[in-house]
């Protein structure tokens, strides 16, 4: 099989998401960036340090919108040429059951599951529950030129079809990591895809602050007193967690106990006077 993966070549190419930093110019627009971390495969959004002109291996959650058939070919993985041996292959792994997001977390467990494919191998879906080790998909040969460049199709499934009905729609977390099969070098540290399925944008804006914040651990502390957004810390908030109060949104949830309650609005206080960085 992974013989048979490695000749499939795929000739549409996407980007990658610039960096706030540089964005590497090997990789196209709105692809993860795939690379070496020292001594194993490490996933990036595609900054790079300046200094040296390497990726800076810190992102670990990525968006992920699916269309109205709840499937995508976006975003695909992308390196430079070079990077690996022409004979070796990638494959990815789950490292868990899906998640639905519950509006405060990932705990659940989804009815739906995830199936990543790759041309005309139908591929592999999400366990039913958290395996005790990795869940193997399967593995594509990397390009002629070292570079390795695919898009894996992600499609959200209820029973084994399309969830496409009116239940289906929501936000959804997977957790990978992905391998190089010479064991040339470790596996990726665990990175997750969030699935946007026709949810509220603010659902999924709070949920990749979730994944990155306090999943994943790959992004900084989300500023609590800025309510809306705005980049400030100004009293405009305090009319943004009034109704984030009367709402029951995202913003409401001031000191982290899950709940929304009048606590949050002393708690929102002293998040004010403290200020964020």
Do not use: K
Request: charged share 20%; proline share 5%.
């Amino acid at each position: 099989m992974r013989d048979l993966i490695r000749t499939v070549s795929m000739g549409v190419s996407f980007g990658l998401v610039a960096g706030a930093v540089s964005a590497q110019p090997g990789i196209h627009e709105g692809d993860i960036a795939l690379g070496v971390d020292v001594d194993r495969l490490g996933v990036s959004d595609g900054t790079v340090d300046l200094d040296t002109g390497n990726f800076i291996f810190d992102e670990c959650a990525f968006g992920v919108e699916l269309d109205i058939n709840a499937r995508t070919s976006d975003p695909g993985f992308d390196t430079e040429l070079g990077v690996f041996p022409t004979n070796a292959a990638i494959g990815y792994f789950y490292r868990s059951a899906l998640r639905e997001w519950d509006g405060q977390t990932f705990d659940t467990i989804s009815d739906e599951r995830l199936r990543m494919s790759f041309g005309p191998v139908s591929g592999v879906s999400t366990p039913l529950e958290d395996p005790a080790e990795p869940v193997e998909g399967f593995f594509v040969g990397v390009n002629s030129d070292g570079e390795f460049h695919r898009h894996f199709t992600f499609r959200l499934e209820l029973d084994g079809s399309p969830a496409t009905n009116l239940a289906s729609q929501g936000v959804f977390l997977a957790e990978l990591e992905l391998r190089i099969d010479s064991g040339l070098y470790l596996p990726t540290e665990p990175f997750w895809l969030i699935f946007d399925n026709g949810a509220d944008s603010s659902e999924v804006e709070a949920a990749v602050d979730y994944v990155r914040t306090t999943i994943g651990g790959c992004g900084e502390a989300p500023c609590l007193a800025d309510v809306n957004g705005d980049g400030l810390v100004s009293p405009a908030d305090f009319t943004s967690w009034v109704l984030a109060f009367n709402t029951g949104g995202a913003g409401c949830d001031q000191n982290g106990d899950g709940l929304c309650a009048p606590a949050d609005f002393t708690s929102w206080i002293l998040n004010f006077n403290t200020g964020c960085n």
